[in-house]
């Protein structure tokens, strides 16, 4: 195999949920992880010295800390093996956002490392390795919509109303610690089970993050308060964007056709399997 290109898609929170802290400071969380048809795309091509190189560079990002030369390197370790690879990122999620683009780049470089290596890895033992990744890279390696407890690693794959999406960024960085070490910031929400989360449905899901990152970022309120004029609202992860679930696509193109200028937005659709392991047969 001379070189690969794989999707890296989006994932939204349709429910967050925090309902503890644990004494090494992460906090215990439920979500419904619900994966899009839309994200980043990586290219990859193999070589035979080893080395790592990744194009183009991320501004602010160190190379050795970009997550994708992370996820590279992390599985020539666990694997022993020798060779190595040029990887293009094509990015068109915002960094920031709460979509989990870099956390899919690095499952997407897992996956599709240990297909251009001839490795043959299973999920289970990609998974782990992405998990010392980050708490979010499990979900995009296992390829499911999800729900998710502990600090997200704990999946139970689900089907959910796909439908179509409108996701905002308001232009803003969020700081995810500082939403995490925010006095205000809700930590005590009684856990549910998965089955009244589902049956309760998106009428009655929350993200706990929100009121805390309304009062910290201004401008993720306004966005939050223009894109509930049209539908129901809600920010995903801490943020900073938002997003509403419509039925047709024809709402999605209502709502966009609306944005004002200085505010990124696009239109996604739903899906339960990722476009990720569709791309390579897995599921």
Not at 164 to 186: D, K, N, R
Request: net charge negative; hydrophobic share 40%; aromatic share 6%.
């Amino acid at each position: 195999m001379t070189s690969l290109s794989l999707p890296a898609p989006a994932k939204l929170n349709r429910l967050l949920h925090i309902t503890g802290r644990r004494a090494d400071g992460y906090h215990e969380l439920q979500t419904l992880f619900q994966l899009l048809d839309t994200g980043d795309t990586l290219h990859f091509t193999p070589r035979d010295d080893g080395r790592i190189t990744l194009s183009p560079a991320v501004p602010g990002v160190a190379h050795a800390d970009n997550l994708v030369v992370r996820a590279a390197t992390l599985l020539q370790q666990a694997s022993g093996c020798r060779r190595g690879a040029d990887i293009r990122l094509d990015k068109r999620l915002p960094m920031g956002g709460g979509l989990g683009g870099g956390s899919s780049n690095a499952a997407t470089t897992l996956l599709g490392l240990d297909r251009l290596w001839g490795l043959g890895l299973d999920l289970d033992d990609l998974a782990g390795l992405g998990l010392t990744l980050g708490a979010d890279v499990p979900v995009f390696v296992r390829g499911r919509s999800a729900w998710a407890e502990g600090i997200g690693e704990r999946l139970v794959p689900v089907s959910l109303d796909a439908g179509w999406f409108v996701v905002i960024h308001p232009g803003v960085a969020v700081s995810t610690p500082a939403v995490f070490q925010a006095p205000e910031l809700t930590r005590d929400t009684p856990p549910i089970t998965m089955a009244r989360a589902l049956q309760e449905g998106p009428i009655a899901w929350r993200n706990d993050c929100q009121p805390t990152v309304r009062a910290l970022y201004p401008a993720v309120g306004e966005a939050l308060d223009w894109l509930s004029h049209h539908a129901p609202s809600l920010l995903t992860g801490t943020g900073a964007c938002v997003f509403c679930h419509l039925t047709q696509e024809s709402e999605a193109d209502r709502i966009l056709s609306r944005v004002g200028e200085g505010w990124q937005a696009f239109k996604a659709r739903g899906c339960d399997t990722s476009p990720l392991h569709r791309a390579l047969g897995l599921l």
